[in-house]
């Protein structure tokens, strides 16, 4: 079917590049025509290949060089153009221009992705997915990188090598490709129960989407709105698909896993090719900063969802996904997503995992895609103009015309200059901090287990059946008896039914009372590294 050309600005942006072959000569990258192409130049017909033969060296260098590293996490991913429109102007609370005006349309690219296998690996492992959109507004790139979860397995960023170590196939004998199924993942869990809340999550059935236009995205974080008169306001994004949520059972998955690893992405690409474009809805949880301290739990805690009947999702805006990339490679594998991707209007907050992600994604993108030239990449290019004094470096494209190439000079008088709050130019919100350098938590973050019994008691019979069998599944793969005991006690802080059933049907004692004491293995709980605020 034709595709669907609704997404303007960076639809016409793309179609600068996009270049059609058919019917077209063959050349070598210099533009000469090539004769042949099946046979190398050889010294006789049945002699050796000689080196003159640029046309075999040039064929095979591209070819040698033509794989870039997986991405360190999110590796497997799926990527779709679409199209935002705004519901309701969000202008009260932010000065974002994309969202101030109701039907206004911004140009989105979304990818979605599982988190720890490879990039050749299964659709439906047991694992969180990313949910990551590319908005391409006119005040610059703004990203919301987030995930089919609303919480994370961890508080503080620098954790974060640690988890996706205990994660990822173990080292010494690269198995297995399931995050949740060993026992560095397990181990892991139980000496840091901050990952409880999560870990219910992952063995829930949001663990295993029916298909990546049925499930939820969450920002996680909380970010801060800012308005026109500088003032801010705390806020959590949500995506709900207009299908509703749906999830397979294990058993299914697995079979589909076996016999369609592919089975996501084509799901999303055919019904994109059909016409059934994937929905979905924008929406806002919002906490005025004056009342951030008004919860039982802490506001910028990332293993704390604020509770909707709490804290009421308001939808603002729909997400359309229309259209399928040209080139997997191209777009979806090279695009680059930050959380650090703001425009005026949308700023951070202290989250102590934001803001170390805000290092993290330029950093690994910088040996991804190749030096820092990546945001000239087609996908990656605004459709805003975009200029500075930054300069050269591998692959560099754009050809900047003139003598000068730094701020504040006396040579030339229309370099780029910083433009005031008023013209557009971002400003941090200037939140007021004053503290002792330190490591360490703060006694807020401390509730581990509130969150993810209150997300037990939400599940129905049978959710709470399948969340006992991927325990059992899971857990019941790890050798070292130690650890699934440990798992167990500490999960009994979360539901004692729910620990004896998996205790026995993984053959572990199953513990006695719920409420256990905290693992003693887990240093991150002692009172050292807990500090009041
Ligand atoms: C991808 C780091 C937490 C969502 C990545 C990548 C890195 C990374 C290095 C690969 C990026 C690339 O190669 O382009 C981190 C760190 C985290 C963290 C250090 C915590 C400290 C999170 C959280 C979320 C998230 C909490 C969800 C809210 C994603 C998504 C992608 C990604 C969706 C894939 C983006 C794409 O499709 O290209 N992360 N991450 N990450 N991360 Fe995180």
Not at 279 to 288: N, P, R, T, W, Y
Not at 399 to 404: A, E
Request: include cysteine.
């Amino acid at each position: 079917m034709s595709k669907q050309r609704q997404d303007g600005a960076k639809q016409e942006q793309l179609d600068a590049y996009r270049v059609h072959d058919e019917g077209r000569k063959l050349t070598t990258n210099q533009g000469l025509k090539v004769s042949e192409d099946e046979f190398s130049l050889k010294a006789g017909v049945r002699g050796p290949t000689i080196m003159e033969d640029f046309h075999f060296r040039e064929k095979m260098t591209h070819f040698d060089h033509e794989r870039i590293p997986e991405r360190v996490v999110h590796a497997r991913g799926y990527a779709a153009h679409g199209v935002f429109e705004v519901y309701e102007s969000m202008e009260p609370y932010t000065k974002a221009d994309f969202l101030k005006e109701k039907g206004k349309k911004t140009p989105v690219f979304v990818r979605f992705s599982t988190v720890a296998g490879s990039k050749g690996s299964g659709e439906l492992a047991r694992d969180v997915r990313g949910f990551a959109t590319k908005f391409y507004t006119q005040e610059g790139n703004y990203d919301l990188v987030g995930n089919n979860i609303p919480v994370f397995f961890i508080q503080d960023a620098i954790k974060f090598p640690d988890f996706i170590h205990a994660v990822k196939p173990e080292p010494h004998n690269g198995i297995p490709q399931a995050a949740s199924a060993h026992d560095t993942f397990w181990d892991f869990v139980a000496h840091n129960q901050e990952t409880a809340h999560m870990v219910m999550w992952q063995m829930s059935d949001r663990a295993i989407p029916r298909s990546f236009r049925m499930m939820e995205g969450f920002g996680v974080h909380t970010f801060r709105f800012v308005n026109d008169k500088g003032e801010a306001t705390f806020v959590k994004f949500h995506w709900k698909p207009t299908l509703g949520v749906h999830s397979t059972v294990w058993d299914e998955a697995q079979k589909i896993n076996g016999k369609n690893p592919d089975f996501h992405r084509q799901d999303l690409y055919e019904a994109i090719e059909n016409g059934d474009f994937p929905e979905f809805e924008l929406g806002v949880q919002l906490i005025a900063e004056e009342d951030a301290d008004s919860f039982d739990y802490d506001i910028l805690d990332p293993t704390k969802l604020w509770p909707e009947e709490e804290v009421p999702v308001k939808k603002i805006g729909k997400m359309t996904l229309n259209r399928n990339v040209d080139n997997v490679f191209a777009e979806t594998e090279q695009v680059a997503f930050h959380p650090g991707h703001v425009v005026p209007g949308i700023d951070f907050t202290n989250d102590p995992l934001l803001q170390g992600r805000l290092f993290s994604y330029t950093d690994t993108q910088l040996i991804r895609l190749g030096g820092p030239n990546f945001h000239e990449l087609p996908i990656n290019r605004p459709v805003c103009p975009f200029h500075n004094n930054q300069r050269d470096g591998y692959g560099r494209h754009t050809i900047n015309v003139g003598q000068v190439s730094y701020h504040k000079n006396g040579l030339a008088h229309n370099t780029p200059e910083p433009a005031s709050p008023e013209q557009g130019g971002y400003e941090h919100y200037q939140e007021k901090v004053d503290g002792r350098k330190i490591r360490a938590r703060s006694e807020s973050f401390n509730d581990h287990f509130s969150q993810a019994v209150l997300f037990w008691n939400s599940m129905s019979e049978a959710e709470k059946q399948h969340i006992i069998d991927a325990f059992s599944f899971e857990l019941g793969k790890v050798k070292n008896e130690d650890v699934q005991q440990q798992v167990v006690n500490m999960f009994a802080n979360v539901s004692l039914d729910m620990v004896q059933e998996i205790a026995e049907n993984i053959g572990v004692t199953a513990p006695k009372e719920g409420g256990s004491p905290i693992t003693k293995t887990s240093p991150a709980l002692s009172q050292e590294n807990t500090v009041k605020t």
